[in-house]
């Protein structure tokens, strides 16, 4: 199960030469999982107010190709691993001949906000990703 998400490079996500500023990768890889949650009818404001948020446990991103600027590429996210309290996501920006400008493993922690500790994911959720994974 893979989800695509369209991005447009705008000029606040370059620097001066027209690149994409690298710490915005991330900007543009969290909107996809963001959204993919949205299209599979999970609300964060619904999950914020069970006490429950998803944060950034580690990551890993390889630069492969400066992207630029108005350019149009595409988020490409999977989940490789479903765990108790955690999501696993591989994902990639790509344009659409399959040209690959970074990829990235993002480990996801589900937490409790007023304790700031690992909680198990809701099993909806564990249900909409382990389908494909």
């Not at 000029?11 to 994409?20: F, K, R």
């Not at 963001?34 to 950034?56: C, H, P, T, Y």
């Not at 696993?88 to 922690?109: N, P, R, S």
């Not at 906000?113 to 198990?120: D, H, N, T, Y």
Request: aromatic share 12%; charged share 25%; net charge negative.
């Amino acid at each position: 199960m893979m989800f695509r998400w369209p991005i447009f490079i705008y000029y606040e996500d370059t620097d001066a030469g027209g690149v994409v500023y690298h710490a915005n990768y991330l900007k543009f890889f969290e909107r996809a999982r963001s959204q993919w949650l949205n299209e599979l009818g999970i609300s964060q404001a619904d999950l914020l107010a069970d006490d429950l948020a998803f944060a950034i446990k580690h990551s890993e991103l390889d630069f492969c190709k400066p992207a630029r600027l108005e350019q149009n590429l595409i988020v490409e996210t999977k989940v490789n691993k479903v765990n108790r309290a955690s999501l696993l996501f591989e994902q990639q920006l790509v344009d659409e001949e399959g040209t690959v400008y970074c990829k990235a493993m993002i480990l996801v922690a589900c937490i409790s906000l007023s304790e700031m500790k690992a909680k198990a994911i809701p099993k909806n959720i564990i249900k909409e990703f382990s389908c494909g994974s």
